[in-house]
């Protein structure tokens, strides 16, 4: 009987959280995530100048992904990073990131042009690492699938600051 | 018998779905979400540089709504905000809407003072709507909980565009 009565409040209580909440026309919508699949563990920052922030203040380097949802290089890419445990950790641990699907109007993080997928490694000192570059001469800071080892070597190099506080 | 290996079966499937993830050392962590409590069924622009792109394509006014989440003055006004269904309706059908904790490169979107909470409205031909005021003459941009009727009527008045396209 107390079984019972229990799982009938848990009922209540669960409609009563959900009842009379706007819903739109066109149907209940799932809340978007910072990480858009690129690593729901990351914290990932909102825009540019909080990144900006967070870089300068932590010491830390800033790591710029620009991509598109509708994008079949940036969900291949999306994949392969997502997946990547030791990717992941370098990240979480040593970068301020940040993923953008449009562009800011700092015209530093577009070296050679706009396209996507495009990664882009800031450093704390606020110097754009336009050396740190993929294989592709043509997209010199695109990325395949293929490429994550040397996305992760890249990644390590960035981590070593400019200029060290020591 | 069958239904005992379904169960295995969804079992292995899930404990493959988790296995090997990456976990921050602190523990896993919850995916933040672009509307940080403020609606999560309203469709949130990450950056002001997008807010502004679909404010244009869409001839949407824009709502930019500035805060913090370690201010309570922010959180009371969330709590509102969010639970207001009327409010919640006009901005998911006729806003563009932006939350930012960081502030941006756009000194317009501080009329008079960078605070939280601030709710500063764009209109669609980029003009700041700086005549859209609450009730406070040293911040003439912040809202307590117990202004969401002014709020809602200050939304309806940004709702009326500045140069309609007949």
Redesign the interface.
Same mark, same amino acid.
């Given at each position: 009987m107390i079984k019972t009565s229990m799982s009938l409040l848990l009922v209540l209580v669960a409609v009563s959280l959900t009842f009379?909440? +706007?819903?739109?026309k066109t149907g209940?919508?799932i809340? /978007?995530?910072?990480?858009r699949g690129w690593?729901? /563990?990351l914290?990932?920052s /909102?825009? +540019? *100048? *909080?990144a900006l922030?967070w870089a300068r203040s932590r010491n830390k380097p800033l790591m710029v992904l620009f991509h598109l949802e509708d994008c079949p290089h940036s969900l291949a890419l999306k994949k392969v990073f997502a *997946?990547d445990?030791e990717l /992941?950790?370098l990240l979480?641990e040593d970068f301020i990131v940040l993923n953008?699907?449009?562009?800011?109007?700092d015209k530093h993080l577009s070296p050679d042009g706009q396209y996507v997928p495009r990664i882009i490694f800031v450093d704390p000192s606020m110097t754009v690492r336009a050396d740190v570059t993929g294989r592709y001469a043509n997209r010199m800071y695109a990325y395949e699938p293929n490429d994550i080892k040397l996305l992760i070597s890249n990644v390590k190099k960035a981590k070593k600051l400019l200029k060290s506080e020591l």
């Open positions: 009379g909440k +706007y819903t739109p209940k919508r809340p /978007q995530t910072l990480s690593g729901d /563990q914290i990932w /909102q825009t +540019y *100048e *909080e922030y *997946e445990n /992941q950790k979480d953008l699907m449009y562009e800011t109007t």
